[in-house]
């Protein structure tokens, strides 16, 4: 079975800072990874998702993600972050074929960006 | 906007009731998901559909039962209704079940039991 923590429950920051939000991920099998933002009464959207291929996978709104097989992690950054960023962040992943499409997702991490 | 349409936004009702939760996927999308978000368990997967036909289970309770109709809409039917039923419910699409099929989420209904 696969399973992700994310290591940070909350993390606070300061406008126009950079931030990196960690997850790890624990699988026997191969892994398709992704994130997920939250804003406040929404819905889950895919900022970006890794499959195969860079280790580093663009996103949306400037974010950006490293795949780390040695280390099993996927963690999230941004080198400069707005108000508008926000949310609650979750990593999420799809390990192995069986699980097809279906998502394991973390606790979530709360990205508040104060000004 | 991601397609999915999620109905009704609230609900709120009392302990041993039976309420349905109505989701309507993305144009184009077969395959349709449960999701289960509270505080103390965050989000688990209850239950997954394709075309019709369940395609995987997750965390779901006896008391919980699900459906796709022929029009792909789907259905989440919560029964003997408990106060830790309380959650967020999010249904969610993708275009197939493989695993790069990326997955569409609404809104979610929120429901709380009193």
């Known amino acids: 079975a696969q399973s992700v923590t994310q290591l940070d429950s909350q993390v606070p920051v300061f406008e126009e800072a950079p931030v990196e939000l960690r997850c790890n991920y624990s699988?026997?099998?191969?892994?398709?990874l992704f994130w997920y933002v939250q804003y406040p009464n929404q819905g889950l959207q895919l900022l970006l998702k890794y499959l195969s291929g860079s280790t580093l996978v663009k996103g949306i709104n400037g974010f950006e993600a490293e795949f780390n097989k040695s280390q099993t992690s996927f963690h999230l950054r941004k080198p400069s972050v707005h108000i508008s960023d926000t949310a609650e962040y979750f990593c999420a992943v799809s390990a192995g074929e069986t699980s097809g499409s279906r998502l394991t997702f973390g606790e979530g991490t709360q990205l508040t960006v104060n000004p | 906007d991601s397609g999915v349409t999620q109905t009704p936004k609230h609900l709120i009702t009392a302990t041993g009731q039976r309420v349905t939760l109505r989701c309507s996927p993305r144009?184009?999308?077969?395959?349709v998901y449960w999701y289960q978000q509270s505080l103390d368990q965050g989000l688990q997967f209850l239950i997954q559909?394709?075309?019709?036909?369940?395609?995987a289970k997750g965390n779901i309770l006896e008391r919980f039962s699900a459906q796709q109709f022929p029009d792909l809409h789907s259905e989440l039917n919560l029964s003997s209704l408990e106060l830790g039923d309380s959650a967020l419910y999010f249904c969610a699409s993708s275009v197939a079940t493989s695993r790069n099929s990326p997955l569409h989420f609404g809104n979610g209904t929120r429901l709380t039991v009193t």
């Open positions: 144009s184009g999308d077969l395959s």
């Open positions: 559909y394709y075309n019709g036909e369940e395609r």
């Open positions: 699988s026997s099998v191969s892994v398709y």
